[in-house]
């Protein structure tokens, strides 16, 4: 239904590419069946999905026997394009 965009980025231009600072906040998607309670401010059937943060190490083989560490903050929202083609 919307895409609510992060307050530090500019207003949106009437260009056809739009490249974002940040992600956005949330994005509100419409489900035509849902058991989820009508929130404040939303229509029915309406809900927003924040990001999901994973964070997690890896081990990255370099020369000879060593190994480093690397952190590694992922973010994404947790939505696939097949999840918005069924009906839930």
Not at 5 to 19: F, G, K, M, Q, Y
Not at 38 to 52: F, Y
Not at 71 to 88: E, L, R, W
């Amino acid at each position: 239904m919307d895409i609510i965009l992060h307050p530090d980025e500019p207003p949106l231009s009437s260009e056809t590419i739009v490249t974002l600072k940040h992600l956005p906040s949330y994005i509100l998607v419409k489900m035509q069946r849902t058991c989820a309670t009508q929130l404040d401010g939303l229509s029915e059937g309406i809900i927003p999905v924040e990001v999901a943060t994973c964070n997690f190490q890896i081990k990255v083989h370099t020369t000879g026997d060593k190994y480093v560490t690397w952190s590694v903050h992922h973010c994404q929202f947790p939505m696939t394009p097949a999840y918005t083609f069924t009906d839930y």
